[in-house]
């Protein structure tokens, strides 16, 4: 099957794999707001982990290498490389038994949620997952009013199905407000999101 | 639970041309003496993903950016970045609805598994993998004799703590024999090791 992203949305992905960067400084004091998606993610996993809550890590970027100095007595550099994409989502991990895999989306968009956040090689990741027994799922991230959302991969999928079928280019806000659980910013970890996998894994009986 | 993909959308599942890609080059039974261990697990997994059989995959080497360059119309350069040590084990994924956690390692010794192979953090990472209900373990490779091992994590935790209690900085051969799975060579997939995995559920009694 042709896999074609959606509006050469694959421009995004080098700028994005750089805004990861370390390099980036970060943003701690007075956080939430100032925080993106994936720092609340991290900053909520580094919490679970430390409490023995749960294991669950951001994958690295995958690095296309093409020159690597080795200079004596101090460490390889790499001197040219590239950003690959990923044929996965970003984080998975395990919790309470289950295996946990997700990706985190944001968008600026205040009434809807574009579904070309979102790539065809994820959306079979995670079909597969699920396939395997997993508890799969998306944040998504309203930035412009800060509202958080994890919405279950199996309600993704309907939406992303539908879009080839003469379905929208986006999901509603009103449904994702049905489909989805909220996630409130608290102080410890920031965004408690294990509170909404509690209630996927009780609705799905496992 | 019952797994339902709207539109029948099952088929889309990638992997499944992937394995007749002819862009993978097909390994003969003569082949998998210049195969490296990474690249037999690696060649292993793809078999699994494409029969739908488990989802794991090797997480990308993470690096730390210092200098990327963005040049109008073509793809974002890396000019200067450092290999980091990962925080987490090689591999992971899910199967059966187990989470499933391991590290892969090889020695050109004859006779016992250098234990300095090991980082400390790879072992806390699958201790606490292992306290979140994880299926964890390590493939030992002695590549001398061209023979791999599956050693279960609990198993590994007693010979690395025992190290620092005045025992053995190595682990025997006999007493691997002893505590791992023998992976016997096949066609496809090269290492079976998944039937290892499911001796490892069937004993935890999970």
Known sequence: MTIHYPNGNQNNYPTKSHANSPAIPHV???GKRGMSLEEEINDSNAYYLAHEIAVIHKKPTPIQLVKVDYPKRSAAVIKEAYFRRPSTTDYNGVYRGYYLDFD???TNNKTSFPLKNFHEHQIKHLKACINQGG??????????INVIYLLPATKLFIYWDQQFDGGRKSIPLKNIKQDSFQIKYQLNPIIPYLDAVDKMIAESGK
């Open 135 to 144: 508890i799969c799922f998306a944040f998504l991230k309203f930035t412009a």
């Open 104 to 106: 985190a989306k944001e």
């Open 28 to 30: 701690s004091l007075y």
